[in-house]
């Protein structure tokens, strides 16, 4: 089978099973989405070389008090914790050029806020007031999808001018804005046939998923070089591991968690 197919075929195969997760039921999608930020826990110690099992303890526990007791009051300061790293971990890829982490204790750290905080946050963007919103969930899905595919698309036809080549030399400046513009079409498509959000909490959910995911995806792929590791895992043949298929959303969870539930207008 042609790595064209097989990319084809395999990742039909996980956007149905996203797809029906979320559809299915409130349970079905967390039980998928708390898998998913378990498979991308363990790629992401592994390419770190994070060998001790307490962070699967500790994501274990934090899935059970949030989203099963409902210990709603440990959302805010986790949700402080994740944006005040993201911007040291923006910092780190941008000013220092790169990431040190030579103690377990530092890989501790980032396992907890990159990995498990965002999967927290994955989990809870579409409950709103305590209801359900499957919609939502698929509107920021379908707005991750966009900007992956049209940055790529963009960047393979008409990508010049690189945009971190020391980082991720594929991507270029005109690869990220037809991204961005796709995105923000995909987001205004969205909003005529979704009225969770009004249009312009669909268009700045949209910027948030394509400019901080973007750097996301260049967060890892710096993890990745460091590690000398093309993918993230083989979970996933033709596209490598669920860190990789994930590495935007994850890092803009906890962005779009705090507008989506904190500033946009219902």
């Not at 690189?162 to 995909?186: C, D, M, R, W, Y």
Request: aromatic share 18%; glycine share 8%.
């Amino acid at each position: 089978m042609s790595n064209f197919y097989q990319r084809g075929i395999f990742g039909l195969i996980y956007v149905v099973l996203f797809l029906s997760a979320i559809l299915i039921s409130e349970f079905s999608y967390v039980a998928y989405a708390t898998l998913l930020g378990f498979f991308c826990l363990l790629e992401f110690t592994r390419i770190i070389n994070f060998k001790y099992t307490i962070v699967y303890l500790i994501y274990g526990m934090l899935v059970y008090l949030i989203i099963i007791e409902d210990f709603k009051f440990l959302v805010t300061p986790i949700l402080m914790l994740s944006l005040a790293s993201s911007i040291v971990l923006m910092y780190q890829l941008f000013v220092n050029k790169g990431f040190v982490f030579q103690r377990n204790l530092l890989r501790f750290v980032i396992s907890v806020r990159y990995i498990i905080f965002s999967s927290i946050f994955i989990i809870l963007l579409p409950f709103l007031n305590g209801e359900y919103r499957p919609h939502l969930i698929i509107g920021i899905l379908v707005m991750m999808w966009a900007n992956d595919s049209f940055a790529y698309l963009v960047g393979k036809n008409f990508g010049k001018r690189k945009l971190f080549p020391s980082v991720s030399p594929k991507k270029t400046v005109e690869g990220f804005i037809g991204g961005f513009v796709f995105t923000l079409v995909a987001a205004a498509c969205i909003h005529y046939f979704n009225k969770d959000l009004d249009l312009i909490s669909w268009l700045v959910i949209g910027t948030i998923m394509s400019t901080i995911g973007t750097i996301g995806d260049l967060i890892e792929s710096k993890f990745k070089r460091i590690a000398e590791v093309k993918d993230s895992g083989t979970l996933i043949p033709g596209h490598g591991g669920f860190f990789d298929r994930l590495d935007s959303l994850l890092f803009a969870a906890p962005f779009v968690y705090l507008y989506v539930h904190h500033i946009a207008i219902f």
